[in-house]
């Protein structure tokens, strides 16, 4: 049994900025800190997915200081980097061949925004047919306004978009859970 690829999602310092939002999980960079630091150690592979916005305003624009890894995540020189500028981190990235070709078919996906980045790619993944969880308390949304204009809170947000993962895409797990079965295998 292969140990399942982590895959970090736009964990950058513009997500820190409070122009990003209100945001739930507070704890989810120390949660996303604890996996990586458990993959490292079991010699598993890691992804870091970074997202480079096509407006020259974005806080992850080229040559923003919001578009560096935090620095507690920072990927090391064999760690595999991903760039994209679309939420889905599948999307003209050839990671999905980067996966293939390693012939890793399992993923566990944390980072921001579980809404949008981390929901859209988990969805991707579960359509290609890889075996993907989404750590909950390793992600973490932001408030918005929904379809209606009711004013929803981060927890909601965030729920929600698990509920859609869910349904068909992927499990959901917490950290302590994902890090048991590492630990199992």
Not at 44 to 62: K, M, W
Not at 144 to 154: H, I
Not at 169 to 179: C, E, F, G, N
Request: with cysteine; aromatic share 6%.
């Amino acid at each position: 049994m292969t140990t399942p690829c982590l895959i970090i999602i736009d964990m950058q310092k513009g997500m820190a900025n409070p122009a990003a939002g209100s945001r739930n999980n507070p704890q989810a960079e120390d949660n996303i800190a604890r996996l990586l630091h458990a993959w490292r150690a079991a010699a598993a592979p890691v992804v870091h997915v970074r997202h480079i916005s096509r407006s020259p305003t974005s806080l992850f624009a080229p040559g923003q200081p919001g578009v560096a890894f935090q620095d507690a995540l920072q990927p090391l020189a064999h760690e595999h980097v991903v760039e994209k500028n679309v939420p889905d981190a599948f999307i003209n990235t050839a990671l999905e061949r980067w996966l293939r070709v390693r012939g890793l078919n399992a993923l566990v996906i944390a980072g921001v925004s579980t809404n949008n980045s981390v929901e859209s790619s988990a969805r991707t993944a579960g359509n290609l047919g890889f075996a993907t969880v989404v750590v909950a308390d390793a992600s973490f949304a932001y408030a918005m306004r929904d379809y209606a204009g009711v004013e929803r809170t981060a927890d909601e947000v965030h729920a929600m978009a698990l509920a859609n993962l869910m349904s068909d895409y992927a499990a959901v797990k917490d950290t302590q859970a994902v890090l048991a079965d590492l630990a199992a295998r």
